[in-house]
Structure formats: C-alpha cells, structure tokens
Nanobody, 124 residues
Framework: QVQLVESGGGLVQSGGSLRLSCAASGRGFTYYAVGWFLQAPGKERESVAAMSWTGRDTYYADSVNGRFTISRDNAKKTVYLQMNSLKPEDTAIYYC?????????????????WGQGTQVTVSS
C-alpha cells in the first residue's frame, strides 16, 4: 500500500513557474511508475507526465512537452513536477499517482494509488 500527498500548488501569473511535489509513504514506491495528471473544471482527468520506476522512460502530454519536467528521488520517496512557462489553460487540480505502469505510462489504468490533488491556478 502506498499513500501519496501532493504539495506546491498555488496561484501564479501566466509565464511563471511552480514545482509540485508528491511525497510517498508505504512499501514498494521505489518499484512503481509515477505520474502526474490534471483535471480542469468540467473536464475529465488527463495525463500530464509520467516516469518509469527506473527513471529511464518518460512520457509527456503534447500540451506540456518542453515546459514541464517530471523527476523522482527514490531515496526521499518523492516525485516532482517542474512547471515552467505556465499558461491559464494549465489551471487545474493536479494529482500524483503510482502504479505498475504496465498499461503504458500515460494511461490512468496503469496506476493504483492516487493522491488527493493540489490546485494550480494560472492567472492571465
């Protein structure tokens, strides 16, 4: 069982940066793929970025590629999402997830454990 807690969300102006963190507790985290997903108001949850347990494989949604960077520190059991050049359309609740990743890094069904989410608001 893995528990995930996100932090680092907030209000930022367009063009600004934020770094989200996801702290994990419980067993097995080191061997799980990790991902970040977002859910904007009135929309379904969608993938943002993901990383395999080794860190060798990554996935980025087209909308964030080149602006966002996912990383992980297994010793600290923490996953990060560095978000640069933020746009108003990035406004959403951001969720951290962990799982086997066996269906593909960018797919929600690859993940068994989810955090409660952190709000990111980008003003124009």
């Amino acid at each position: 069982q893995v528990q995930l807690v996100e932090s680092g969300g907030g209000l930022v102006q367009s063009g600004g940066s934020l770094r989200l963190s996801c702290a994990a507790s419980g067993r097995g985290f080191t061997y799980y793929a990790v991902g970040w997903f977002l859910q904007a108001p009135g929309k379904e949850r969608e993938s943002v970025a993901a990383m395999s347990w080794t860190g060798r494989d990554t996935y980025y949604a087209d909308s964030v590629n080149g602006r966002f960077t996912i990383s992980r520190d297994n010793a600290k059991k923490t996953v990060y999402l560095q978000m640069n050049s933020l746009k108003p359309e990035d406004t959403a609740i951001y969720y951290c997830a962990a799982g086997a990743g066996s269906h593909g890094l960018g797919l929600q069904r690859s993940y068994d454990y989810w955090g409660q989410g952190t709000q990111v608001t980008v003003s124009s």
